[in-house]
């Protein structure tokens, strides 16, 4: 590509996930908490005088059509901006798919934002929050990054204090791949009835909680009976000296926060036949910076050149 514009896509974790219940409209009523780390996707992308979009992607298994998010978040911001001609972009996967990790989210993300510095014009972001939405629960949080709050379907985002670093361990266990839908089948039926807690004590119940959190996610019960190699393995980080260990997301991966980068070094090197990563959390700053973007006075995302 020609002077490409080339923005790193960063994963998530769930530090909570909370599970209030099944809505009206057939979606789960959530309370979590997101938190970026720094493992991430790369994606490029570059304006063509040829229209429509081409997407190379360095993992065979993913569609390069209107099937893939990165595609149909590039079709979307270059609709809504009117750009003359097509775009080319190649996605560099690095976070692992199917393990609870946001990959396809935020490289959907990272295309809305990598759409507006090629167009160098700036796009409400209550706009950009609801394209988001569109095509993603996950997907709002990661035009905000560092640490948020998540309610409703989580595409509610309320950025929150930045926590302290940490280094991350994350662990991709070997053959055990869970898919959303089936996470959310395995619930139990206290977690699928209707919510009883108004979401608004919902959210401050889970704000006032983080001031002194214990990392926990509903997800990690049905998912450990049924792959009972996920619970070892967080015991396993949780024993090489994580200060939490969790499920992240609806799973599979599991990862672990340490304080001492050397601890989770020597952790790492406990489980060789799994895909290991090694990460830190990134603050709201550090994520903004990293992807050359601010909100000005007007509530519009700009790029920074």
Same mark, same amino acid.
């Given at each position: ?16 996930? =909370?599970? !209030?219940?099944? +809505?009206?409209?057939?979606? =789960?009523?959530? +309370? ?7 493992? =991430? ?11 429509? %979009? ?6 065979? #298994? ?13 079709? $979307? /911001?270059?609709?809504? $901006?009117?750009?003359?001609?097509? &775009?080319? #972009?190649? $996605?560099?996967?690095? &976070? ?11 490289? !959907? ?6 759409? $507006? ?10 706009? #950009? ?18 640490? !948020? ?17 940490? =280094?991350?361990?994350? /662990?991709?266990?070997?053959? %055990? ?19 009883? @807690? ?10 006032? +909680?983080? @001031? ?20 070892? %393995? ?54 903004? +910076? ?10 519009? &995302?700009?790029?920074?050149?």
């Amino acid at each position: 590509m020609k002077n490409p514009v080339r923005l790193q896509a960063f994963a998530k974790i769930n530090l909570c996930l =909370h599970i !209030a219940g099944r +809505r009206a409209d057939g979606y =789960h009523e959530l +309370r979590t908490v997101f938190q970026s780390i720094s493992l =991430h996707d790369t994606l490029e992308l570059e304006r063509t005088r040829e229209p429509g %979009i081409r997407l190379q992607t360095t993992d065979p #298994a993913l569609p390069t059509g209107p099937e893939n998010l990165v595609w149909r978040a590039i079709d $979307l /911001v270059r609709r809504e $901006l009117r750009l003359p001609g097509g &775009i080319r #972009a190649k $996605l560099t996967k690095r &976070i692992p798919v199917a393990r609870g990790m946001g990959g396809g989210s935020s490289d !959907a993300a990272t295309a809305i934002l990598a759409v $507006l510095h090629l167009a160098g014009r700036p796009l409400p972001l209550a706009r #950009a929050i609801e394209m988001g939405s569109s095509l993603g629960a996950d997907v709002p949080f990661f035009l905000f990054g560092g640490t !948020a709050l998540g309610v409703g379907r989580g595409d509610e985002i309320y950025p929150l204090p930045d926590q302290p670093p940490a =280094h991350v361990v994350v /662990v991709s266990p070997a053959g %055990i791949a869970v898919s959303t839908r089936d996470a959310y089948s395995w619930l139990p039926s206290r977690l699928t009835n209707p919510p009883r @807690q108004p979401k608004l004590s919902g959210f401050c119940a889970l704000c006032w +909680r983080r @001031q002194g959190f214990q990392v926990s996610n509903d997800f990690e019960a049905p998912v450990f009976r049924r792959h009972p190699r996920l619970r070892t %393995i967080r015991r396993g980080l949780l024993q090489g000296g994580a200060t939490e260990a969790a499920l992240a997301g609806s799973g599979s991966a599991v990862f672990g926060l340490y304080r001492d980068p050397a601890w989770a070094r020597r952790t790492a090197q406990n489980f060789p036949k799994d895909q290991v990563f090694l990460a830190k959390t990134l603050s709201r700053v550090e994520f903004g +910076r990293s992807l050359r973007v601010r909100l000005n006075d007007k509530g519009d &995302i700009v790029v920074r050149r």
